[in-house]
């Protein structure tokens, strides 16, 4: 039995199809691995607008209305979306664990909050 495996002369492919493909020899030393994406900077670069007529967009001069949607509110301290504010305070917070993180801040920290977001409300 041996001899008859010994002695055949079956040839493989370099590669089986059903194999994965090591990274060493897909990349060889020396060559990227990724796609390399351009900044914005580089395009801007790259382009020659001052062949370009104005009214046609570009990077350089797009304009976009305002949103549709109401803008996001987010939690003074911990920074996640929050949909709730504190009346007594007035900030923003995520949950019920800064919730008494909050009640339990003085006074003078929650004028540092509101200040940090440009919220000019005098506590009583």
């Known amino acids: 039995m041996e001899a008859e495996v010994v002695s055949s002369e079956m040839v493989l492919?370099?590669?089986?199809?059903?194999?994965?493909?090591?990274?060493?020899?897909?990349?060889?030393?020396?060559?990227?691995?990724?796609?390399?994406?351009?900044?914005?900077?580089?395009?801007?670069?790259?382009?020659?607008?001052?062949?370009?007529?104005?009214h046609e967009p570009n990077y350089l001069n797009i304009e976009s209305p305002p949103s549709?949607?109401?803008?996001?509110?987010?939690?003074?301290?911990?920074?996640?979306?929050?949909?709730?504010?504190?009346?007594?305070?007035?900030?923003?917070?995520?949950?019920p664990d800064v919730f008494k993180r909050i009640r339990s801040l003085p006074n003078e920290y929650v004028q540092r909050y509101l200040a940090l977001r440009n919220a000019a409300i005098i506590l009583r």
Request: some cysteine; overall charge positive; charged content about 25%.
């Open 68 to 95: 549709l949607y109401p803008s996001k509110k987010y939690c003074d301290m911990t920074g996640f979306e929050a949909p709730y504010t504190d009346p007594r305070t007035k900030l923003r917070y995520a949950n």
């Open 13 to 54: 492919p370099a590669a089986l199809p059903f194999k994965r493909v090591q990274m060493s020899d897909k990349y060889p030393k020396g060559q990227s691995r990724g796609r390399h994406w351009k900044h914005l900077k580089q395009i801007l670069q790259a382009e020659n607008y001052a062949s370009l007529p104005a």
